[in-house]
């Protein structure tokens, strides 16, 4: 009688046991009768990621192929409307950092002749600035990731003695690094 009630309890621990540890794994983990095929999930994993490396190409393609985008700012001043810097490549040019890290741009600041060069140089510094402020602000864009120079009145765009060649010659220039 001993050992008939000794087996009892411990066929019942046993299956308490197994109950209990099926309820942990598959209850609270997991849910092992509901749970998707795991290689389901790691061909979707994997198609989500060849996803993500295209878009990253592409944007690295439109990046670098479209050249150097250029802002006007108006006399004497360090700030611009950024709406000429059209949203796509903004968000083609964040997807192509976030995705090469290695990856760099550069923004170059320049000035018109009007004023004494070392003015000239601080503007066109203020300018690539504020450029770069503006990315890291409103596109979450790693600051590390850009480079500024100035050149003042190095490099002009246009004639500088005339008003439209001035205007032309306040920019700021983004470009990718190569």
Same mark, same amino acid.
């Given at each position: 009688m001993m050992k008939s009630l000794i087996l009892f309890f411990s066929l019942l621990l046993a299956l308490w046991i197994a109950g209990a540890?099926?309820?942990?794994?598959?209850?609270? !983990?997991?849910?092992?009768?509901?749970?998707?095929?795991?290689?389901? @999930?790691?061909?979707?994993?994997?198609?989500h990621h060849f996803a993500l490396i295209a878009a990253a190409e592409e944007a690295k393609a439109y990046v670098t192929g479209s050249g150097t985008q250029k802002i006007y700012f108006e006399?004497?001043?360090?700030?611009?409307? !950024?709406?000429?810097?059209?949203?796509?490549?903004?968000?083609?040019l964040k997807l192509y950092l976030d995705n090469y890290p290695d990856a760099r741009i550069v923004i170059t600041g320049y000035a018109d002749n009007a004023g004494p060069d070392h003015?000239?140089? !601080?503007?066109?510094?203020?300018?690539?600035?504020?450029?770069?402020?503006?990315? @890291?602000?409103?596109?979450? @864009?790693?600051?590390?990731?850009i480079e500024i120079m100035a050149k003042g009145t190095a490099e002009p765009a246009a004639d500088n003695n005339t008003p439209e060649g001035r205007e032309k010659n306040r920019r700021t220039e983004i470009h990718p690094k190569i």
């Amino acid at each position: 009688m001993m050992k008939s009630l000794i087996l009892f309890f411990s066929l019942l621990l046993a299956l308490w046991i197994a109950g209990a540890s099926y309820w942990f794994v598959c209850r609270t !983990m997991c849910d092992c009768r509901n749970s998707p095929n795991p290689a389901a @999930i790691a061909e979707k994993a994997n198609a989500h990621h060849f996803a993500l490396i295209a878009a990253a190409e592409e944007a690295k393609a439109y990046v670098t192929g479209s050249g150097t985008q250029k802002i006007y700012f108006e006399t004497a001043r360090a700030s611009a409307d !950024m709406s000429a810097l059209a949203p796509s490549y903004v968000e083609k040019l964040k997807l192509y950092l976030d995705n090469y890290p290695d990856a760099r741009i550069v923004i170059t600041g320049y000035a018109d002749n009007a004023g004494p060069d070392h003015y000239n140089m !601080m503007l066109s510094e203020l300018r690539a600035r504020f450029v770069k402020n503006w990315l @890291i602000l409103t596109s979450g @864009i790693s600051g590390e990731q850009i480079e500024i120079m100035a050149k003042g009145t190095a490099e002009p765009a246009a004639d500088n003695n005339t008003p439209e060649g001035r205007e032309k010659n306040r920019r700021t220039e983004i470009h990718p690094k190569i």
